[in-house]
């Protein structure tokens, strides 16, 4: 099971720091990644890390603001967020890649599942 943390309610600019934690999985060995979701739209990829930690992958929109990293030792993910903006508002979740679709990227959204209970990022203006 996975479970995010650290969301709250900051203004624009400020950072923000998301911890994911599994229990009962030792996800060291699966890519892991962090979407996000708001209310009428769908779940979008905003990052992924390759097992090692070797490999990242940014959505456009939050290159260069967004830091993902893992811990394999504490069976952690992190999503460092800084120069928030109030498009950056919605519900995150982390997620293991369970699945690996022939001829498609590491990152490939609809390979990721064991959706646990998301955390909530308000940016006000």
């Known amino acids: 099971q996975l479970q995010a943390s650290g969301g709250g309610l900051v203004q624009a600019g400020d950072s923000l720091g998301l911890s994911c934690t599994a229990s009962g999985l030792n996800v060291s060995t699966y890519p892991m990644g962090w979407f996000r979701q708001v209310p009428g739209k769908e779940r979008e990829l905003v990052a992924a890390?390759?097992?090692?930690?070797?490999?990242?992958y940014y959505a456009d929109s939050v290159k260069g603001r967004f830091t993902i990293s893992r811990d394999n030792t504490k069976n952690t993910v992190h999503l460092q967020m800084n120069s928030l903006k109030p498009e950056d508002t919605a519900v995150y979740y982390c997620a293991i890649r369970t699945r690996h679709t022939y001829n498609s990227m590491w990152y490939n959204p609809p390979d990721f599942g064991s959706w646990g209970q998301g955390t909530q990022v308000t940016v006000s203006s």
């Open positions: 890390i390759i097992w090692n930690g070797r490999y990242t």
